[in-house]
């Protein structure tokens, strides 16, 4: 069945598309929800202004993606966790604290492009993806050092 989009569906088509779905998909979800139209002349023309002015968005959405992209590729984030003496983290750093890591670094980075296939647990240095779209990526190293305990900094004070 061919339905005009009515708004941008993932995995499916942007606003002011036809395209084919199933005859299921397009009546118990597509139309109830009002994400799509059947596709008559008077529907197409209706959304033509909306369809330019979403691609246009579109384009300026992925142009500022690509900067953030090309600004963070290669930086470094490091990070102090809680660590015993043969490096395991008493814990683990996560997707969100390496964005925020980078945030502070002025990157425009928001915590669902870090891609960790798990979290990491060891100190010392990782290559993580940032996945800004699915063809657009970057990569940051992130550096996790092992936090100084109140002992150890006590101490050293004592001694001067």
Do not use: C
């Not at 300026?60 to 290669?74: I, K, N, Q, S, T």
Request: net charge negative; aromatic share 4%; hydrophobic share 45%.
């Amino acid at each position: 069945m061919k339905v005009l989009l009515v708004n941008d569906v993932d995995r499916l088509g942007w606003l002011g598309e036809v395209v084919e779905v199933a005859t299921g998909y397009a009546r118990n979800y597509l139309l109830p929800q009002g994400l799509a139209k059947v596709p008559t002349e008077a529907n197409i023309k209706a959304l033509a202004e909306e369809k330019r002015r979403r691609a246009e968005q579109r384009l300026a959405d992925r142009r500022r993606l690509e900067a953030a992209a090309a600004a963070v590729d290669g930086a470094e984030a490091v990070i102090a966790a809680k660590a015993n003496e043969l490096g395991h983290l008493f814990g683990s750093v996560t997707a969100g604290q390496i964005a925020a890591n980078l945030r502070q670094q002025q990157f425009e980075v928001a915590d669902e492009v870090v891609q960790l296939g798990e979290h990491i647990k060891r100190v010392g240095t990782h290559t993580v993806e940032l996945r800004f779209a699915d063809d657009l990526t970057a990569t940051v190293n992130v550096i996790v050092v092992a936090e100084k305990k109140e002992e150890d900094t006590e101490s050293a004070e004592g001694a001067s």
